[in-house]
């Protein structure tokens, strides 16, 4: 076993364990500390694989705004920001499903061809060709979906509504 | 040059995506869920960065750039989650999505 093996497993085995521990720990500003971990493991694996823009998008987006920005949701909708989450138990039925969904993908895996591949390294300058290029389409309707989400969340949250 | 099995990454596709549906199947908090659902929304980004570092030639950088699409995509749900949250919280004092059973203001 090499190094980027192991390196990987590590990886693996620490984001599912934060991203188990997210969801189940009882204080919710402790779940945001969890997945913010899990946001900079991910951005790890994405180093791994040779993507170091999308690793640092990884960083700045999940691990710097969508973590201040879920911290800021529970500031303002706690009147003490340490406060105990009601208790929810695991029923039996939502593990069994996920349970069932884990081991359907897993036994779908022996449709995928085993072994291993190498993993290709891109220039970061040629992703952003592609990404003004061919996706540059794409790249205008995350702008519109961004700019409706912002005015659609400026809607719900204004005041004086009806 | 980095080489690594591919069923490792699609079983921690596949573990992240499991754990996604269990915390939107079994928690009330609206934030919990909010956090469940990028949970499951980054086990799908993973798949594209998988897919697109095997890749040979160009084509890998097809699958970056879907990747980098979708992280904004992520982020712009999660802001109009919490607007959502913010909504609710005014609504009913609370954010556990049990009580938003009113199809109503």
Request: aromatic share 10%.
């Amino acid at each position: 076993m090499n190094l980027e093996e192991l390196a990987f497993l590590a990886l693996a085995a620490v984001a599912v364990g934060t991203s188990v521990a997210a969801l189940l720990v009882r204080e919710l500003v402790h779940t945001i500390l969890w997945v913010a971990v899990f946001f900079v493991d991910l951005s790890a694996i994405y180093f791994l694989l040779n993507a170091p823009f999308l690793g640092v998008l990884q960083l700045g987006v999940y691990a710097g705004a969508v973590t201040v920005l879920l911290l800021f949701g529970i500031m303002v909708t706690r009147k003490r920001i340490f406060s105990r989450d009601a208790a929810t138990g695991i029923g039996p039925v939502p593990l069994a499903l996920a349970a069932v969904t884990f081991i359907f993908l897993v036994a779908s895996l022996g449709e995928f061809p085993q072994g291993t591949l190498t993993v290709q390294s891109y220039d970061p300058t040629a992703l952003s060709g592609a990404l003004f290029g061919n996706y540059g389409p794409w790249l205008l309707l995350l702008g519109l979906i961004m700019m409706s989400g912002v005015a659609g969340a400026i809607y719900l949250v204004r005041e004086g509504r009806e | 040059m980095t080489a690594l099995p591919v069923a490792w990454f699609l079983a921690l596709s596949g573990a992240l995506l499991a754990v996604g549906i269990f915390g939107l199947l079994t928690r009330r908090n609206f934030i919990l869920i909010l956090i469940a659902v990028e949970i499951a929304m980054n086990a799908t980004i993973l798949n594209f960065v998988y897919f697109a570092a095997f890749a040979t030639s160009g084509t890998g950088l097809s699958g970056q750039a879907i990747a980098v699409v979708l992280i904004g995509f992520a982020a712009t749900e999660v802001a109009v989650g919490l607007a959502i949250v913010l909504g609710l919280n005014r609504l009913k004092g609370s954010i556990n999505v049990a009580q938003a059973n009113e199809l109503k203001e």
